[in-house]
């Protein structure tokens, strides 16, 4: 029998995890893990690219296996678990959210940049039509103040969200400030809030518990920190931690350790843990996602990647822009010939 569940928790490492091994996901591992995690009765899983539908491109990376055979593949193995899907308009189309749809997925995360939920509109309307779960997803939550955030959250929740998430993108914030912000939403929507976060400043698992205190009730988890970055909250963990805190998730913690020990574990290319790189996503506030891509432009420029990220977070380059990091990492090579180092 299912217990009652306090929390929510959404499996995003099938999604986020997709960054750490550069988007080479196949239809074999997606199947075991998506069927693995629906027997540990996890209630959400989320499947596409790292960068959401239509992600794979020469931009944000090439995926080994089209994302909507992957989506159809989770979608084919659960029983009780709904299969989720990140869109980020200007990345992903409708046409792709009605395949995504067609294909079994339950749930729409419409991703956007925090300042910019007015772009939102027409996906989170489209998913509400295909009779989908509609989350607004404020991604880089760290850029704007709790008053802002609380006036984007507002246009997701009139354009027919059903939740909206405050999103760590950078993994920078500090728990003070997840604290203000899921508090400034919790006294102003009616709809459920959410936190995404991410592990850079080995803080995701007090920033989630943060959030929860503070009124959240949608948590996203990536096994085994399968995720961007140094990875997210980790799920086994997060699910441990909060049953010794009488929070109920309905997941079966034993499962899930299964899991990431025996399924997780062998697809992950490297361990997850907060490397300088990682650590410097989390200090210099900039998209965890752009870690390859910076590694890429160091062996490109023979610039030290943390001085790329460092420059992007002072630019506050944001997700989308990945084109960016090549730009910056060749003007920083010519100033750097410039002064003869």
């Not at 029998?1 to 997606?30: C, N, P, W, Y």
């Not at 006294?187 to 850079?200: E, K, P, Q, T």
């Amino acid at each position: 029998m299912t217990k009652t569940r306090d929390v929510l928790i959404t499996e995003v490492a099938l999604r986020d995890g997709s960054h750490a091994i550069r988007h080479q996901f196949s239809v074999e591992q997606v199947r075991d893990v998506a069927k693995a995690l629906d027997g540990a009765n996890v209630p959400y899983i989320e499947v596409s690219h790292g960068d959401g539908l239509g992600g794979s491109s020469l931009q944000y990376g090439l995926s080994l296996t089209d994302e909507m055979e992957l989506i159809e593949a989770a979608a084919s193995v659960v029983d009780q678990a709904k299969i989720a899907v990140l869109l980020i308009p200007g990345i992903g189309t409708m046409p792709q959210l009605k395949e995504a749809a067609r294909l079994g997925a339950k749930m729409a995360r419409i991703a956007t940049h925090v300042t910019e939920a007015d772009v939102s509109h027409q996906h989170i309307a489209l998913a509400k039509e295909l009779g989908l779960e509609a989350v607004g997803f404020l991604m880089m939550s760290h850029m704007a103040p709790p008053e802002k955030i609380v006036e984007q959250a507002k246009l997701m929740e009139s354009y027919g969200a059903d939740s909206v998430y405050v999103v760590d993108s950078a993994g920078t914030l500090l728990p003070h400030q997840v604290r203000e912000r899921i508090r400034a939403l919790k006294g102003s929507l009616s709809v459920d809030i959410g936190f995404h976060a991410h592990n850079n400043l080995s803080l995701a698992m007090a920033n989630t518990l943060v959030a929860i205190e503070e009124g959240a009730t949608r948590i996203d988890g990536s096994i085994r920190c399968l995720g961007a970055g140094a990875g997210n909250t980790q799920t086994e963990v997060a699910v441990a931690v909060l049953e010794k805190l009488n929070i109920k998730t309905g997941i079966d913690v034993y499962k899930m350790m299964d899991i990431a020990e025996e399924l997780v574990a062998p697809i992950l290319e490297k361990p997850q843990e907060i490397t300088r790189d990682s650590l410097v996503l989390g200090y210099a506030g900039v998209y965890s996602s752009f870690l390859l891509h910076a590694q890429k432009a160091e062996q490109k420029f023979g610039i030290d990647s943390r001085s790329i990220l460092v420059e992007l977070g002072k630019r506050q380059v944001v997700g989308g822009q990945e084109d960016m990091i090549m730009d910056v990492a060749a003007e920083l090579a010519k100033q750097k010939i410039g002064l003869g180092v």
